[in-house]
T-cell receptor, first 112, second 114 residues
């Protein structure tokens, strides 16, 4: 079983819609959760992080964490074509905040 | 504030050679982590350095090594290169002293082993 699993996609949504990206993790002691966006040929860019159960909003992005279900998600509201990228979920285990385990990524395409 | 810089951006080597990659973190950041990204395995953690000490290590063979200097710049070295070492090598910098550390990636070094 993979330690961090994401719905592999690809995921296509029309412009203006809500894109929902999901991630589950196996290490119940995981402390920190990150969402990175990676454009083709570029390096990952940090867009959201969440440490506590619940929702965290930043502009059009909302991260949701449910530690009991070992589930973290990213919602992108009012999706734009410029949001088209691969979204990577990353989890750090307890005691090793910077040793990130990444999911395989979900490729998102926002159709104009 | 300048971001994370990595040099060189591209490298071509042959099997058996060794290579050294360099990473300069964001000013004030003391932690540097290295990752390997391949199409088959995705992004995998190599190691993390903080205050010139290796603090965490991933599941890679001993051919992969690194170090950090007093100015927080870091280098990683891969010896006896294999074809499977062809990858994008990314370094990420963070402040390093907090529990929940956000990491910021550099542009990467793309290594091709022929």
């Amino acid at each position: 079983q993979k330690e961090v699993e994401q719905n592999s996609g690809p995921l296509s949504v029309p412009e203006g819609a809500i894109a929902s990206l999901n991630c589950t993790y196996s290490d119940r002691g995981s402390q920190s959760f990150f969402w990175y966006r990676q454009y083709s040929g570029k390096s990952p860019e940090l867009i959201m992080f969440i440490y506590s159960n619940g929702d965290k909003e930043d502009g059009r992005f909302t991260a949701q964490l449910n530690k009991a279900s070992q589930y973290v998600s990213l919602l992108i509201r009012d999706s734009q074509p410029s949001d088209s990228a691969t979204y990577l979920c990353a989890v750090s285990p307890s005691g090793s905040a910077r040793q990130l385990t990444f999911g395989s990524g979900t490729q998102l395409t926002v159709l104009p | 504030k300048a971001g994370v810089t990595q040099t060189p951006r591209y490298l071509i080597k042959t099997r058996g050679q060794q290579v050294t990659l360099s990473c300069s973190p964001i000013s004030g950041h003391r932690s540097v982590s290295w990752y390997q990204q391949t199409p088959g395995q995705g992004l995998q953690f190599l190691f993390e350095y903080f205050s010139e000490t290796q603090r965490n290590k991933g599941n890679f063979p001993g051919r992969f090594s690194g170090r950090q200097f007093s100015n927080s710049r870091s280098e990683m070295n891969v010896s006896t290169l294999e074809l499977g070492d062809s990858a994008l090598y990314l370094c990420a910098s963070s402040l390093g002293h907090e529990l929940n550390g956000e990491q910021f990636f550099g542009p990467g070094t793309r290594l091709t082993v022929l």
